[in-house]
Structure formats: C-alpha cells, structure tokens
C-alpha cells in the first residue's frame, strides 16, 4: 500500500436524500477537479455512479451529455479540463487501463472511472463510493485528497 499517498487523504461520509443533491455535489468537485486527477466510483448498478458524472461534468464545464458509458465506454467532455468518463462494467476484470490510455489521458487531462473496483486501485487519487439507503437516499462515502476536499463540506 502506497502509505504516503494515503496520508494526505481524508474519508468524509454524506448522505443525499434525491439525485438533484448528488449532482450538486458532483459539480462541486468538478469545480475542483484537476489534470492528473483519477476520481473512481463505486456502488451497485442503479447505485449514482452516472448521476454524480453529470455533476462532475457540468462542473468541470464540460457540458450535460453525459451518458451511461456502460453502453459507450469512453466519453471525452471538453470544458474548463478535459474529462475522460469510463466505465469498466462491460470490461474484461483483468483489462489493463493503460491499454486503453488511461496514463495518457491523464497527462492533460483528469478521469472519472465507473466501477473503479474492477481494477488496481492505485490508479485513483480520489474515490466516490455510492450505497443505495433507499428509493432516493444514498450514502455517499468520499476519499479526497486535499485539494478536492472542500466539495464535501457543501
Ligand atoms: P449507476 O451509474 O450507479 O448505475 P445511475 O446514476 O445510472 O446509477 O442511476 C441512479 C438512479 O437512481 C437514477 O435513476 C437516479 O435518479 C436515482 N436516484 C435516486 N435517488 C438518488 C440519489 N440520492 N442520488 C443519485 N441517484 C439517485
Ligand atoms: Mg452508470
């Protein structure tokens, strides 16, 4: 485990009670987000994995045509950064993310991974993790470095 990396990391625990309060959080770390950063989000189909990404986008400037890439993949929003949203669902559980360019990407550029869980994690400095409480609530569980962590104070 990389210690160091971790040390500067901070959990912080959220609950939102309708996918309109996990959008607006989303966008709050999109404001923040930075090139190099690889944010991973985890939860169970259904969970908000998407609905946080159209926050992310809208607030990194990139736009609202976010899609579930369970379908498409790879989606790149051009706005404040350059944003690479993937979803790993659909994927071989041993793909290698640099096969897909993944370190590329991030040169310039930052990423949002759906089921971030289905491979190495020391790819993410940052990661979402997303429970279904109930029919509009979900506990939302965030592992920020420093520099995003303002996002989770609202
Ligand atoms: P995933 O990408 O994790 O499979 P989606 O974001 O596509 O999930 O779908 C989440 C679904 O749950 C959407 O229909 C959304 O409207 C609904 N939902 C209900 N409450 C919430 C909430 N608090 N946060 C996020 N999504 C919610
Ligand atoms: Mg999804």
Redesign the pocket.
Known sequence: MDTSTFADRQVVRLV????E??IALGRRLGRLLRPGDCLGLQ?D????????TKGIVAGAGGGDDVR?PTFLLHQVHHGRITLHHLDLYRLPSETDLSSLGLEEFLVEGAAVV?WSDRTDPWWFNAKVE?RIGG????EVLLTLPRHLLAAARG
């Open positions: 939102t009670s309708d996918p309060e996990t939860g189909l259904g969970a908000g994995k998407t609905t946080i579930s759906e997303l029919e509009a609530w979900r």
